[in-house]
């Protein structure tokens, strides 16, 4: 197949306010990659017919594969039909099916049908209808001057309705299409963005297919690894050679792949092994805790946790030493040891592990906002305890931190 | 002010491909749709220099104020500045406060700045550089032939920061906007959706300024008034006499304005009565106690939590009688009553509250997925226990239950 540049176009002035998010836009170019379309373009205009028209001119001149949605309905600024006469000249022909379908439906519900409702059966001369089989208004596809246009309701339920049913089989057809995309996300930990992308750099700038995308978010990095290929074994084997030399260079940071998190992989750890864990929580006060029983099942290695926000429970609850207190702080290496050990005791666990630190907006025991201390005390009463200093706000600074202790459970669970 | 024009660009190629939604377009466009200004366009184009560069060209010839996010990055895709360049021809300089902030930042955290990073310092001669509160790279606005350009991060959390601190009262500034639009969110809990609006269906319907937009969202309702006119004063005016009139039908479930939230009303409360909390949770498993201290000073109200995942911690930790579970089981009033008594005791506070059910995705002692049990114990040892039937999945079941937590402490510290 020659490679297809598609666009999208969305209609709607409640788009350009802010009142809904394009959510269209993204679903339909993910069926599109599933078959091998490579959409270039997203554009949302008003409804207004000379900003539309422009809109439609220049999409006319960049892609051979052009979807619209919304602007198809019965009232006054629905334009989209309009907007696209005045471009292509196509004359406008009312179609006999969808007048029949319409007016059964309005006397099947005692309604009668408000002469607006005829322009829902407005298509182009030579288009094909794309029957709506959950609402009323159909889609309609067009080719004119070598472009495809695809044209569908905006409400998302009737989109994708006609997406699947309609314009996807066409297109499968009308195209030949006999290439996949596939994509593999690989989930690293422990690496910054800019770290990996550095170590990568002549890898991700030499790659064509597969190619390499780094994404970056909250305290991780991802990979994404897109290749293009007759089918999906075939995808999958550019894919695992690329990933081959990925590993080489960065692959002791690599935790997963594609929508798995590290704390599941961690979780996957502890059932492995056999093992129940317990937190001790003072600046995370129970966040880590909560994101451990995200998935079910968690009481299989979760035995629960003893959030000691105040040093006054960190003594009368875990009964650590006052004394260790007074001479090391809450902010401290002991302070952090003594929580997971007691913790682990108290749950009868297997590991603990502890986080106490400073999340702000103040300083405390003189010590900055985002110095924090995790400690993990193992089955063999080892510790193992870092010092982080996290920069953000206090969101930030919590979040990094149950992020981070995820992290070293993995990396000691590893051994 | 002359009418601006104005068109968002979303650069990057992951939002092509249908695996992120663009929700910044729609945020950025309601804010600007806030401030008076009318959002023409959104287009996204992926990380390729020549597409890119096009579409800039495109949004010059018709905006006036051109808002792009995404592109920034250090990485050898993030190509917004080059294109800039090529459309500009404005020199690329180093921002040396930016480096700075960066070598500070790398050496705080014992990491190596790799060359690469110095491009999030790259600017614009003659540019105005917008500081990055929660992040690194900086935005970057430039006035280039009586058009505003305005360059931000596509990271929603570090874009929404740079708009609201640095490109909004820069706008208001330079375009002298003199129509103000001015919302106020009435936030409301213990009312449903569908009776609030029962209550209030006349007054929305016939309010033209304000606006009274009702909004639903996990297990609250709030009711958005938005006043357009010429000054603040003039717009909350409009707003008062409205709230007013609905106040007098539903009053009784408001709980707050704004931003404000459920728990930061609660933690008031405790404040203002020097109260102080302790939390038993089960299904929860930390999450309320996570949630209490999301805002800073928590330590003046909350003491701790703890988190008896596992009914054998339900006996080591919280020290429940055997018996009392043998007969009641977990999931029941007597369970919730004795964690928020014995909660309350061991984290000598003033305040007990307890969480126990079923999250799912299985039963559990018999009982639905979606009961849960939820226990105050006050200051004078009286209970105030209600049981609930939640629907959802595990994630709703929690959230839910944790927001109910916090409405029966706000009405019971009402009293």
């Known amino acids: 197949m020659t490679e297809v540049k598609a666009e999208l176009i969305s209609v709607g002035t409640e788009l350009l306010l802010g009142q809904i998010v394009n959510t269209n836009a993204a679903w339909i170019s993910e069926q599109l990659a599933d078959k091998g ?28 594969l052009i979807l619209i949605t919304g602007g198809l309905g019965p009232t006054e600024d629905d334009l989209t039909r309009e907007a696209f006469h005045n471009l292509s000249g196509l004359a406008i022909v009312e179609d006999r099916s ?11 519900n005692n309604r009668v049908m408000t002469p607006n409702n005829r322009k829902q059966a407005h298509i182009f001369e030579g288009a094909k209808v794309l029957r709506n089989s959950v609402g009323i208004a159909p889609g309609i596809i067009v080719e004119h001057e070598q472009i495809n246009w695809v044209f569908m309701p905006g409400v998302p339920r009737e989109m994708k309705a006609i997406m699947a049913e309609e314009v996807l089989p066409y ?26 992308e550095h170590e990568l750099r002549d890898l991700i700038a030499a790659q064509t297919n597969p190619t390499i995308a780094p994404l970056a978010s909250e305290g991780e990095v991802a990979l994404r690894l897109t290749a293009r290929a007759s089918n999906n074994a075939e995808a999958e084997q550019l894919i695992d050679d690329v990933e081959a030399q990925i590993s080489i260079r960065v692959g002791q940071y690599l935790y997963g792949y594609d929508q798995v998190n590290i704390a599941q992989q961690v979780y996957a750890k ?4 056999n093992l129940k864990i317990a937190s001790a929580e003072s600046l995370t006060s129970g966040a ?29 609850v875990l009964n650590i030493d006052h004394n260790l207190l007074a001479e090391h702080g809450t902010v401290s290496k002991a302070c952090a040891e003594a929580m997971a050990e007691k913790v682990k005791h108290l749950y009868q666990s297997d590991i603990g592990i502890s986080f106490t630190g400073v999340a702000g907006p103040d300083e405390l025991e003189g010590q900055p906002v985002g110095t924090v201390y995790i400690s993990i005390c193992d ?20 979040s990094r931190s149950v992020k981070k202790g995820y992290e070293l459970l993995f990396y000691h669970l590893q051994k």
């Open 379 to 398: 089955a063999n009463n080892q510790f193992v305890t870092e010092r982080f200093q996290f920069k953000g706000n206090r969101q930030t600074i919590r």
């Open 37 to 64: 379309i490579s959409v270039y373009y997203h554009t949302v205009v008003g409804d207004n017919l000379s900003r539309l028209t422009n809109v439609l001119k220049e999409a006319e001149k960049r892609s051979d």
């Open 98 to 108: 969808t007048i029949d379908k319409m007016e059964a439906f309005f006397s099947k």
């Open 171 to 196: 297109l499968q057809e009308k195209l030949q299409l006999n290439t996949v995309i596939f994509s593999r996300m690989l989930r690293f930990i422990g690496i910054g963005e800019s770290q990996l």
């Open 270 to 273: 502890l059932v492995q092994q």
């Open 288 to 316: 880590f805790a909560s994101s451990i029983v995200e998935e079910g099942g968690a009481s299989a290695v979760f035995n629960g946790a003893a959030v000691v926000y105040q040093s006054l429970a960190k003594e009368a």
